[in-house]
C-alpha cells in the first residue's frame, strides 16, 4: 500500500499562490505516475495536472494550464503542485493520486488516492 498525505492548503487571496505537497510512504512512488486532483462543492472530482514517473510527461487541465505547476522530487518521495495567480473557482479540495501504471491523460483511474487538503480562494 502507499499512503499519501497532502499539505500546504489554505485559504489565500485571488491572485495569491499555494504550493501543495503531497508526500507518500509505505513504499517508494519513483516508479509511478501521480496526479493531483480537485473537487468543489457539490461538483465531482476533476482532474487538474499528472506527472509520469521521470517529470518526462506532465499534463495539466485546461482550467489550471499556465496558473499551475506540477512537479516532484522522487528521493523525497514528494510530489508537488505549485499553484499562482490562484481565482475563486480554485477552490476546493485537492487531492493526491499515485497509479502504479501510466493512465490515460487526465484519467481518475489512479491507484492509491491522499485525504485532501482544502484550498479556499477568497478576498
Known amino acids: 500500500q502507499v499512503q499519501l498525505v497532502e499539505s500546504g492548503g489554505g485559504l489565500v487571496q485571488p491572485g495569491g499562490s499555494l504550493r501543495l505537497s503531497c508526500a507518500a510512504s509505505g513504499r517508494s512512488i519513483s516508479t509511478y505516475s501521480m496526479g493531483w486532483f480537485r473537487q468543489a462543492p457539490g461538483k465531482e472530482r476533476e482532474f487538474v495536472a499528472e506527472?509520469?514517473?521521470?517529470?518526462?510527461?506532465?499534463y495539466y487541465a485546461d482550467s489550471v494550464k499556465g496558473r499551475f505547476t506540477i512537479s516532484r522530487t522522487n528521493a523525497k518521495n514528494t510530489v508537488y503542485l505549485q499553484m499562482n495567480s490562484l481565482k475563486s473557482e480554485d477552490t476546493a479540495v485537492y487531492y493526491c493520486?499515485?497509479?502504479?501504471?501510466?493512465?490515460?491523460?487526465?484519467?481518475?483511474?489512479?491507484?492509491?488516492w491522499g485525504q485532501g487538503t482544502q484550498v479556499i480562494v477568497s478576498s
Open positions: 493520486a499515485a497509479a502504479k501504471v501510466r493512465v490515460r491523460a487526465g484519467s481518475q483511474e489512479y491507484n492509491y
Open positions: 506527472i509520469s514517473w521521470d517529470g518526462g510527461w506532465i
